[in-house]
């Protein structure tokens, strides 16, 4: 099984940015995607941006390409999600997610959430 930390979700103006970071423990052996998800009040969760473990395929949600960067580093277990020009609707709590496959359907090990929230 793979645990997962998130952390540096905050509180900022619009136009800003913020990085998080994810840290992975456990069976990352595993691993073979990573993503970030998010979930806001009243609306369903969504993919945000995933990456291959091995590998750099990535992939992006439309509301973040282009604004949002994933990346990795194998060596330490991490998953980062750089987030710049941040907007108002992008306030939500973000997991990050791991899969044992390359399945989007298999993410099954999630962290327990950071809280971004973007002021106008």
């Known amino acids: 099984q793979v645990q997962l930390l998130e952390s540096g979700g905050g509180l900022v103006q619009a136009g800003a940015s913020l990085r998080l970071s994810c840290a992975a423990s456990?069976?990352?052996?595993?691993?073979?995607?990573m993503g970030w998800f998010r979930q806001a009040p009243g609306k369903e969760r969504e993919v945000v941006s995933v990456?291959?473990?091995?590998?750099?395929?990535?992939y992006y949600g439309a509301s973040v390409e282009g604004r949002f960067s994933i990346s990795k580093d194998n060596a330490k277990n991490m998953l980062f999600l750089q987030m710049n020009s941040l907007k108002p609707e992008d306030t939500a709590v973000y997991y990050c997610?791991?899969?044992?496959?390359?399945?989007?359907?298999?993410?099954?090990?999630w962290g327990q959430g950071t809280q971004v929230t973007v002021s106008s």
């Open positions: 997610a791991a899969s044992p496959t390359r399945l989007m359907a298999d993410f099954g090990s």
């Open positions: 456990g069976h990352t052996f595993d691993i073979n995607l």
């Open positions: 990456i291959t473990w091995t590998g750099n395929s990535t």
